[in-house]
């Protein structure tokens, strides 16, 4: 077990919808709850909300990586039986193009509720625009509370860009979902501490991949604390060709220079 005492780990990813055939069916309707006002699972402190055509949970935040697992888990399995009652299945699909007759609800063509950041240009990222309407993505957004102290999250964002976006190229190979959402240095600050939202739900694929993210918030936060007015900026460049483009020259170059945790297949 991994527990860290200078944060807590919290996520509200999202998960797409099939039926038996496959086709991805819109969740609008099917779950309850909305940005505003998220319905209650069933275990206390566990929420849920329809948000476009994706269905997407909270946790609460953990203090462990078994705690995190554990979470994820249960949220997993309530939203895993609402859906079969619905004689649908959830799918752990970063990016999808829905059917014309999936998209005629107004919730389905909702995006960009509020802004994120981008952490390298410090600006605020432009609403997603694709030539593609059916196009729709899903996000594995996590939250870092801080227990200890506040951190700079323009900086802190970076820190997360090269142990855990950079590294999940390596078994994420959807670039598509970028044409939406998930590039480089994607967050929000919170009064808590960070929403990061670079990543895709692909971390939801396993217990292993749950925990290594864990790890890899645990090895920025070290980065970020050793030397906590680094900015990395010499390696600008390259951590937004890998995270953005999943281009293999700039990892290896990273790799070479830092630590990089290739995620469990």
């Not at 999202?14 to 319905?39: H, M, R, W």
């Not at 729709?136 to 227990?147: A, D, T, Y």
């Not at 010499?234 to 953005?244: D, G, K, L, S, T």
């Amino acid at each position: 077990m991994i527990s860290d005492p200078r944060f807590l780990l919290g996520a509200d990813p999202e998960l797409f919808c099939v039926n038996k055939d496959g086709k991805y069916i819109s969740a609008v309707g099917k779950f309850g709850g909305t940005k505003q006002k998220p319905k209650p699972m069933k275990t206390k402190g566990f929420f849920v909300q329809e948000d476009n055509v994706s269905v997407e949970f909270n946790i609460p935040p953990a203090s462990s990586d078994e705690d995190f697992v554990r979470n994820i888990s249960i949220a997993l399995e309530e939203i895993e039986q609402r859906a079969k009652a619905k004689n649908l299945f959830l799918s752990i699909t970063a990016s999808a193009s829905f059917k014309p007759d999936q998209l005629r609800s107004r919730a389905s063509r909702l995006f960009g509720c509020d802004h994120d950041y981008n952490a390298w240009n410090m600006g605020r990222n432009p609403r997603p625009v694709s030539d593609d309407f059916t196009l729709r993505s899903c996000g594995g957004h996590e939250h870092l509370g801080w227990l200890d102290k506040p951190r700079n999250p323009w900086l802190f964002v970076r820190w997360l860009d090269l142990y855990q976006a950079c590294p999940m190229i390596l078994v994420d190979k959807d670039q598509k979902r970028r044409e939406l959402y998930g590039k480089a240095g994607a967050f929000r600050e919170k009064p808590y501490g960070v929403e990061y939202r670079t990543l895709s739900n692909f971390w939801l694929s396993s217990p292993m991949l749950m925990k290594w993210l864990y790890a890899q918030a645990t090895k920025a936060v070290d980065a970020y604390d050793a030397m906590p007015e680094y900015n990395l900026e010499e390696f600008q460049h390259p951590i937004n060709a890998c995270v953005n483009y999943g281009d293999m020259e700039a990892y290896n170059l990273l790799a070479s220079k830092f630590d990089l945790q290739c995620p469990p297949a």
